[in-house]
C-alpha cells in the first residue's frame, strides 16, 4: 500500500497510482483528525471523494503517531490525552474515538486503536501494554456492532483489523494473537515492528504472530519494509504491507533497484546516460530519462526529479509483490525468494517519526 499519511501520496496523482497498478492506499487517522479535521473531509462525503480515489483505503488507527509524535501524552484506560504535534492543542483519542473518526473517513478497511510499546521495552510494560491493546480491541468491536459504519467507496460495510502487539515476548505475541482471534476480526496485522529493533528481531515478532491467526483472513504487516524484508514476510505468511520508503528515500534522490539502492546524488552518475534500471517498465525509466539527467534535477530541487524517482520507487515495490504472487500461484515462491535475497544488497532502515 502506497502511504498517502494526508490524503496524498507525496507528488503522485490519483490517475498515476492506478497506472501503477495501486489497488489500496493507506490514509492516517491522526494526520487526518488533526488537520483538515474530520468535518471537513465528511462534507467532501468521505475521504474517496475527497481525495479523488476511487479505489480501496486503509486508515491506521492513530495509536503509532500517537506514541511516536505527540508532546506530553498520558495514557489511561479511556485512551490517550496528548498534545498535537502541530500546534500542541490538547486532545484526545481512544478506541471509540478512533473508530469514530475512520467512520467518519470511510475508509474501507479500518485499524483498531491500540498502543504501540517502544523498542526496547521491558516485559511487564509489554504486557500491561498487550492486555490495554486487547481491552480497547474488545472495546472497538462494541463501537462497531452498535454503529455499523460503511466504506465511503461504496463497498459496503467497513472491515476492521486487529493489531497484534507483545514487543519482542514471543508469549505476549501469542497472546495477543489468540485474543484477537477470540474477539473475531476481518483480518490482523503485526504492529510493533519497525520501530528501532533489529531485523531479527522484527522477523521473530511475525513469527511469533502468525501461526496463531486465521490462514483465511489477511495479514498486514504495519510499516515495512526493504524490498528482501517483504519478501520474507511473504514466506512468513504476511499478505499486506505498506511503507514511506518508496516516497521517503526519492526526495532524496534515492532509487530502489534489484541489486539495491542509487543515490543518484552521488558525482559518478553525472554523465551516466543509462535510466535508472535496464528492462524497467515504469514512466521515467521507458521514457527515457537519463540518471545523469534525473541527478541534475535533483541537485537543482527541481520537482520532475523526485517525482520521476518516486514514480520509479512505487513502480518497484508494487512490482516486486506482483511478481511475489505470480511466483505463489506458479509455485516457484521459492526461486523469488533466493533470487531477491541474494542479488539486493541490503541498507538499515529504521521508521521515522514523520509522514510519508
Not at 490538547?90 to 473508530?99: A, D, N
Request: net charge negative; glycine share 10%; aromatic share 8%.
Amino acid at each position: 500500500m502506497p502511504v498517502g499519511t494526508q490524503g496524498s501520496v507525496k507528488a503522485v496523482s490519483p490517475d498515476e497510482l492506478r497506472g501503477l497498478g495501486a489497488q489500496i492506499l493507506l490514509g492516517n487517522t491522526y494526520h487526518l483528525f488533526i488537520r483538515p479535521g474530520t468535518e471537513i473531509i465528511r462534507e467532501f462525503g468521505g475521504l474517496h471523494a475527497f481525495m479523488n480515489w476511487d479505489r480501496a483505503i486503509l486508515t491506521d488507527s492513530g495509536g503509532f503517531q500517537v506514541w511516536s509524535l505527540a508532546k506530553l501524552r498520558k495514557i489511561s484506560e479511556e485512551g490517550v490525552h496528548f498534545q498535537n504535534h502541530l500546534d500542541g492543542t490538547p486532545t484526545f483519542i481512544g478506541p471509540e474515538t478512533s473508530m469514530e473518526i475512520q467512520a467518519a473517513l470511510g475508509s474501507d478497511i479500518a485499524m483498531l486503536f491500540d498502543e504501540c510499546p517502544p523498542y526496547p521495552c521491558e516485559r511487564d510494560y509489554a504486557q500491561t501494554s498487550g492486555e490495554l491493546t486487547l481491552r480497547w480491541a474488545a472495546r472497538c468491536k462494541e463501537w462497531v456492532a452498535q454503529n455499523a459504519p460503511q466504506a465511503g467507496g461504496g463497498t459496503g460495510r467497513q472491515l476492521h483489523f486487529g493489531i497484534v502487539q507483545g514487543s519482542i515476548y514471543p508469549e505476549l505475541r501469542e497472546r495477543s494473537a489468540r485474543g484477537l482471534v477470540e474477539l473475531g476480526f476481518d483480518g490482523y496485522a503485526i504492529g510493533g515492528v519497525s520501530v528501532g529493533e533489529p531485523e531479527t528481531e522484527m522477523l521473530a515478532a511475525v513469527e511469533h504472530s502468525v501461526p496463531f491467526l486465521p490462514k483465511d483472513r489477511p495479514r498486514y504487516a504495519m510499516g515495512l519494509g526493504t524490498p528482501p524484508q517483504m519478501i520474507e514476510m511473504v514466506a512468513r505468511g504476511i499478505d499486506m504491507f505498506d511503507c514511506v520508503l518508496p516516497t521517503r528515500v526519492a526526495r532524496t534522490g534515492t532509487a530502489y533497484t534489484a541489486s539495491g539502492t542509487l543515490n543518484l546524488k552521488n558525482q559518478k552518475f553525472a554523465h551516466d546516460q543509462r535510466p535508472i534500471e535496464e528492462d524497467c517498465a515504469c514512466y521515467s525509466c521507458a521514457s527515457g530519462f537519463a540518471r545523469g539527467y534525473i541527478r541534475h534535477l535533483v541537485k537543482s530541487k527541481e520537482i520532475l526529479g523526485l517525482r520521476l524517482v518516486t514514480l520509479h520507487n512505487l513502480h518497484f515495490y508494487l512490482h516486486l509483490l506482483a511478481r511475489a504472487r505470480t511466483a505463489l500461484e506458479a509455485g516457484n515462491f521459492a526461486e523469488l525468494r533466493s533470487h531477491v535475497t541474494s542479488t539486493y544488497v541490503p541498507t538499515s532502515v529504521i521508521r521515522e517519526e514523520e509522514p510519508n
